[in-house]
C-alpha cells in the first residue's frame, strides 16, 4: 500500500510540482526508471481493462450469433462416422452444406456459395464446381484458398460419430468455455501491444526531448545533463500518458499528429525552467 501511495504521490508532484524535480534528480536513476515500468505497467491494465468493458459485448455478440448459425448449418437427420481415415455418411453424395447465415451483396460475392462437400469421387478441381469453401473426398480435405488449396488428410483425424445431438453440445461447451477465454483474448493482446507502444514508441520520444531538454539546458546555461534531461522528460510524460489512457477509453483521438511529444517538451521546459535554479548534480543517492 505504501508503494502505491509513493507511486501516485511522484505521479501528481510530476505533473503539478516543477519545484519537486529538484527532489527527483537527487535519487539514483533506476528510481525514475522503476517509475516509468509502473507508470506505464498502470496505463496499459486501465486501457486494456476499458478495451475489454466496450468491445467485449460486441464481439461476444458476434461470436453468440455464430455459433447459433453453427448450429443451423448442420443437417438434422445426418450422422457422418469416420473411422481409421474412411468416412460413411447416411445420405447420398455429394452432400452439400450451404454456407450459414446472411450477408450483404459485396459479402456473397466474397464467400463461397457452400460451407462444405462431400463427394469421396472429389477432386481439386470440383472446389469451384461446388463453389465450397471446404470439399471433403475420399483421402482428404481439401480447403480453398488463395493460391494452391489445403490438403489434410483424413488419416491425421480421430475416430469419431457426429449427429445433430453431439455438435449442438459441442457448440454448448463451447459457449460455456468462450465466457471466460474471451476476456483473455480480449486483454492479453491489447495489454502486450501497449506494452509495446508505451516502451519502445512512445519511449523513443524520451531520447528526442532529453536531447532537446539538454541543448535547452545549454543554453540557459543552468548545468544539467543529459542523463538529468532524459529523467525530467521521462517524468513529464506522465501527462501525456494519462490524457493518452483517458483518451483511448473514451475512443477519440487528437487532431494534432505530435501532441504526445509537445505536451511533454512544454513540461519539460517548465521543469527545466525550475531546476535551472538549482541544478542537481549526477550522484548516486539512496532512496528516500
Known amino acids: 500500500?505504501?508503494?502505491?501511495?509513493?507511486?501516485f504521490y511522484v505521479a501528481y508532484k510530476s505533473i503539478f510540482s516543477p519545484k519537486y524535480y529538484n527532489e527527483i534528480l537527487k535519487t539514483p536513476f533506476e528510481f525514475s526508471l522503476k517509475y516509468y515500468v509502473v507508470l506505464v505497467l498502470i496505463a496499459a491494465f486501465i486501457t486494456s481493462v476499458g478495451t475489454y468493458f466496450i468491445e467485449a459485448p460486441k464481439i461476444r455478440g458476434t461470436f453468440q450469433n455464430a455459433l447459433s448459425e453453427a448450429e443451423k448449418v448442420y443437417p438434422d437427420d445426418l450422422v457422418f462416422t469416420i473411422k481409421a481415415g474412411e468416412w460413411e455418411i447416411n445420405k447420398p453424395e455429394p452432400l452439400v452444406i450451404p454456407f450459414p447465415g446472411t450477408y450483404e451483396t459485396e459479402d456473397k460475392e466474397k464467400l463461397p456459395e457452400n460451407l462444405v462437400v462431400l463427394d469421396k469421387n472429389g477432386t481439386v478441381e470440383d472446389?469451384?464446381?461446388?463453389?465450397?469453401?471446404?470439399?471433403v473426398n475420399q483421402k482428404n480435405m481439401l480447403v480453398k484458398k488463395a493460391g494452391e488449396p489445403g490438403v489434410y488428410p483424413?488419416?491425421?483425424?480421430?475416430d469419431a460419430t457426429?449427429?445433430?445431438?453431439?455438435?449442438?453440445?459441442?457448440?454448448?461447451?463451447?459457449?460455456?468455455?468462450s465466457g471466460w477465454i474471451l476476456p483473455l483474448i480480449l486483454i492479453i493482446p491489447v495489454f502486450a501491444g501497449l506494452m509495446v507502444y508505451y516502451s519502445i514508441f512512445r519511449g523513443a520520444y524520451l531520447l528526442v526531448i532529453g536531447g532537446l531538454l539538454f541543448m535547452l539546458g545549454k543554453a540557459l546555461k543552468n548545468g544539467v545533463s543529459y542523463k538529468n534531461a532524459f529523467r525530467v522528460a521521462l517524468?513529464?510524460?506522465?501527462?501525456?500518458?494519462l490524457i493518452d489512457t483517458v483518451f483511448s477509453l473514451i475512443n477519440l483521438q487528437l487532431p494534432l499528429t505530435y501532441w504526445f511529444l509537445a505536451v511533454n517538451l512544454v513540461m519539460g521546459v517548465f521543469v527545466l525552467r525550475e531546476v535551472g535554479k538549482n541544478p542537481a548534480k549526477d550522484v548516486v543517492q539512496e532512496n528516500p
Open 1 to 7: 500500500m505504501k508503494k502505491i501511495k509513493a507511486f
Open 162 to 177: 457426429l449427429d445433430k445431438g453431439k455438435v449442438i453440445g459441442a457448440i454448448g461447451d463451447i459457449r460455456k468455455v
Open 127 to 135: 472446389l469451384e464446381k461446388y463453389n465450397t469453401a471446404i470439399l
Open 154 to 158: 483424413l488419416k491425421d483425424l480421430p
Open 235 to 241: 517524468h513529464t510524460m506522465t501527462l501525456p500518458v
